[in-house]
């Protein structure tokens, strides 16, 4: 039978990357062995005290450049709260060489693996040789067979005279970040495998420079390669468009606000979203915005009047409550947001205001962690909050006075706000948000940590447990560090899933390559982390800040594209002579959780004998057809977002027989690194010689006048004697040959034996085709060459 159009279809892993594909969240770590040979970069004191910092903007260009870093964390560890050389509360294990029975003289986490190693850069010399050492303070690891790609970064990242060749390792600030490489195989958990570098915004709310300082210190830069300024914005110095396009202000976040008496209620055309309305960045920081400036909305550049009829036509150029339902629309997707001091609450504790100026709708809600509460009805009880609460007249609405905090900044709470917990405690050290080593110490400011309300009823979203760093009776007292998903749509860290069973073995721990099936069902959304206290000084608290930003879910591949590629078209080509062209249809899809940013769509030639000839809605080059596609949502996506999935058509020429084979391959961003899925599909032309759409190896009765046997021959050849000549089939008036018409075999001016009707015909033929006839068939034979 003819052979219909075929399809092929494949979901292929990036080229240079090896990791697991998993679904929305990470449920636990994966214990695996890492070769003699793998690199570490401590994040401990004992070895990584100058450099800390810059480990993080290490980490950045590794994922930058498509080198793939495990986050390894023991799931198990524990938090010793005392320095590990108090007399009689010794830590178990020793400060640097485990066995030498120094202790450190500050508070540790339990090591998250033990290695040998040899120093290939920093502490404690280079050369130096680790017997064995407990790495501490989630340290990371790259996987040995990127051992030489990455040592060519780390190389460019601590040698300065490297810099000229690698512009991207310039940096005002420099420290020698240690690296060691393991001399023996070791086993850890790998509780994250980083896939990608974030693209990072700060919020230009009047302190960005709190931001900007702890990214310097890391080495990490803007999307444009520049560094972040040290000083404050000035007028015209940030935004989209500046030298400083990542620092983004009140107007470019909230974005078009239409007119006083035509306001423009989307909440996805500020500087967080691209063009198509999908997320540009990984993030956005925000370290102390003012709940004044919150409160504040401005109409042609001053105050607004007392009616939007008195400013018609006058735009809206500065709107607080927009900003925040940008950034809610933001965490729709597997996004982070990190906000500091009082900008916690000027989030937080938002609440919509349809009045004017407001003009709120429900998008501009805030409470993204914690509940509303119910303010009470006066007069006002408060019990132990007594004297933080006042009765305010159609405070909850017209005609509903209730009990409301006095303090402007914890209305709508949400959070009230606390004094610093002393002492305090540290929860969930088995958590990417709380790796750090040594002491932490609260900060000072005008929000130095948070309570929940017993008076208002306020709660964590879902009883979600989100608080990290809190007073000895917390959480929900004196919280200092909190994190979670938006709405509490997820557990920050769901507990680990079952252990496998294999027949009658016992569950067994195993690290799974292969792509699970993905969920959008438990997709989570994006993250939201809070820390109190106005700007930090120390190693820890910058630390909680820096873990923030490769938390986030775009970093790994339970926030990333997963892109599917596939052709439909003919895989057997059946041609009676070449050049030969046929239509295919290249079809992609995302079945990752996050949107591909800047996706190209290539079709490319593997090999001479093949090439593109058309490429509708795309440009044809010497190397094939070409896509540009733009932004692909993931399963993640809202109203009017771009497809997840589409297709694109191609004309393909064939110019020889044989097997070829079509490179199909989609590049796409994602933060600020670029990533692709390829596959190859080999596509047979074969030669058809009777053009009835079956290639003459598969054909039962091929119209070959070069195979004996075939139906084609006439009485001028010979299948006995092997005599055939493609030039005289037909040759006489009457299709004998011209010779005669008697039986028998006779001699042919052109050479042929003649053979006249069935009597001519061999045994040997007529069992053939008895054979046939009995469905037995015969192998179809080949042309010779």
């Known amino acids: 039978m003819k052979l219909s159009k075929l399809l092929f279809s494949g979901i292929a892993l990036f080229p240079a990357l090896a990791f697991t594909t998993v679904a929305a969240r990470e449920a636990r770590a994966e214990e695996r062995t890492f070769p003699a040979g793998s690199l570490i970069i401590p994040m401990d004191q004992a070895y990584q005290a100058e450099g800390m910092y810059q480990s993080y903007g290490l980490l950045f260009h590794l994922l930058r450049e498509g080198v793939p870093v495990h986050w390894v964390i023991e799931p198990d560890k524990v938090w010793h709260?005392?320095?590990?050389?108090?007399?009689?509360?010794?830590?178990?294990?020793?400060?640097?060489?485990?066995?030498?029975?120094?202790?450190?003289?500050?508070?540790?986490?339990?090591?998250?693996?033990?290695?040998?190693?040899?120093?290939?850069?920093?502490?404690?010399?280079?050369?130096?040789?680790?017997?064995?050492?407990?790495?501490?303070?989630?340290?990371?690891?790259?996987?040995?067979?990127?051992?030489?790609?990455?040592?060519?970064?780390?190389?460019?990242?601590?040698?300065?005279?490297?810099?000229?060749?690698?512009?991207?390792?310039?940096?005002?600030?420099?420290?020698?970040?240690?690296?060691?490489?393991?001399?023996?195989p070791f086993t850890a958990d790998s509780k994250k495998e980083l896939l990608a570098a974030p693209t990072i915004a700060v919020f230009a709310d009047g302190n960005e420079d709190i931001a900007t300082a702890y990214l310097r210190a890391a080495g990490i830069k803007q999307s444009n390669g520049a560094e972040f300024p040290a000083a404050k914005c000035g007028a015209g110095t940030c935004g989209p468009g500046t030298a400083n396009p990542d620092l983004l202000t009140v107007p470019s976040i909230m974005g078009n606000m239409g007119t006083c008496d035509a306001p423009n209620q989307n909440h996805k055309n500020g500087a967080l979203f691209t063009p198509e309305g999908l997320p540009a960045y990984c993030q956005i920081m925000s370290m102390h915005w003012n709940v004044a400036d919150r409160e504040l909305v401005e109409c042609g550049g001053g105050n607004c009047p007392a009616t939007p009829e008195e400013c018609a036509g006058e735009p809206i150029t500065y709107h607080g409550h927009e900003v925040v339902a940008e950034v809610r629309s933001f965490l729709q997707y597997p996004t982070h947001f990190f906000a500091e001091c009082q900008a916690v609450n000027a989030y937080e504790n938002a609440v919509p205001n349809p009045a004017w100026p407001y003009l709120d709708d429900p998008g501009r809600m805030g409470h993204f962690l914690t509940t509303t509460g119910n303010p009470p009805p006066c007069p006002c009880n408060p019990g132990p909050d007594e004297g933080d609460f006042q009765c305010v007249v159609d405070g909850c609405g017209p005609g509903k006075d209730c009990c409301l905090p006095n303090d402007v900044k914890e209305r709508g709470a949400g959070f009230l706000i606390a004094a610093s917990p002393s002492p305090f405690k540290v929860l969930r050290p088995d958590v990417p948000y709380m790796q750090f080593d040594g002491f932490f110490s609260p900060e000072g400011g005008s929000e130095p940590a948070y309570n929940l309300s017993t008076y208002l009823g306020t709660t964590y979203k879902n009883d979600r447990d989100v608080t990290f760093i809190t007073a000895t009776d917390g959480p929900g007292k004196e919280d200092v560090w909190m994190s979670g998903y938006m709405d509490g749509t997820c557990d920050v860290d769901p507990p680990p899933p079952p252990p496998k069973f294999t027949g009658d073995k016992a569950p067994q721990k195993s690290f799974n390559p292969e792509p699970k099936n993905f969920n959008p069902e438990e997709s989570c959304g994006g993250k939201v982390s809070y820390l109190g206290g106005h700007s930090y000084t120390g190693k820890a608290g910058q630390r909680l800040f820096l873990n923030a930003l490769f938390e986030a879910d775009c970093t790994s591949e339970s926030g990333q594209p997963r892109m599917g590629l596939s052709l439909t078209g003919e895989l057997v080509v059946a041609a009676k002579s070449l050049?030969?062209?046929?239509?295919?249809?290249?079809?992609?899809?995302?079945?990752?959780?996050?949107?591909?940013?800047?996706?190209?769509?290539?079709?490319?030639?593997?090999?001479?004998?093949?090439?593109?000839?058309?490429?509708?809605?795309?440009?044809?080059?010497?190397?094939?057809?070409?896509?540009?596609?733009?932004?692909?949502?993931?399963?993640?996506?809202?109203?009017?977002?771009?497809?997840a999935s589409g297709s694109r058509d191609a004309t393909l020429k064939f110019t020889q027989f044989g097997e070829h084979v079509l490179n199909l391959d989609i590049r796409y961003r994602v933060g600020v690194s670029t990533l692709s899925s390829t596959m190859n599909v080999a596509i047979r032309v074969l030669l058809d010689t009777d053009a009835d759409g079956v290639p003459d190896e598969t054909d039962p009765s091929p119209n070959d006048p070069a195979q004996c046997g075939d139906s084609d021959m006439d009485e001028c050849d010979d299948c006995k004697s092997g005599t055939f000549d493609p030039a005289n089939d037909g040759c006489g008036p009457s299709g004998n040959g011209g010779s005669g018409s008697s039986g028998g075999a006779s001699s042919d001016p052109a050479g042929c034996g003649c053979r006249i009707g069935a009597a001519s015909a061999s045994p040997a033929l007529l069992l053939a085709f008895s054979l046939l006839g009995l469905g037995l068939g015969r192998r179809a034979r080949r042309r010779p060459r």
């Open 579 to 643: 050049p030969i062209e046929r239509g295919y249809v290249v079809d992609y899809k995302n079945e990752g959780s996050g949107p591909a940013l800047d996706a190209v769509l290539r079709a490319l030639n593997a090999a001479s004998g093949l090439e593109v000839v058309d490429a509708k809605m795309g440009t044809v080059s010497a190397e094939g057809g070409s896509w540009e596609l733009g932004a692909v949502s993931g399963t993640i996506s809202q109203p009017n977002d771009p497809a």
């Open 81 to 184: 709260g005392a320095a590990c050389n108090t007399a009689g509360d010794l830590c178990a294990w020793d400060c640097a060489e485990e066995g030498s029975g120094v202790k450190c003289p500050y508070p540790t986490a339990s090591p998250d693996f033990f290695a040998g190693a040899q120093v290939v850069w920093g502490n404690p010399v280079k050369g130096a040789m680790i017997k064995n050492h407990g790495y501490r303070g989630g340290p990371f690891v790259v996987d040995a067979p990127y051992r030489d790609k990455a040592l060519e970064i780390v190389n460019a990242w601590n040698d300065q005279s490297l810099w000229a060749q690698n512009p991207w390792a310039d940096r005002a600030t420099f420290q020698v970040v240690t690296v060691h490489e393991a001399t023996a």
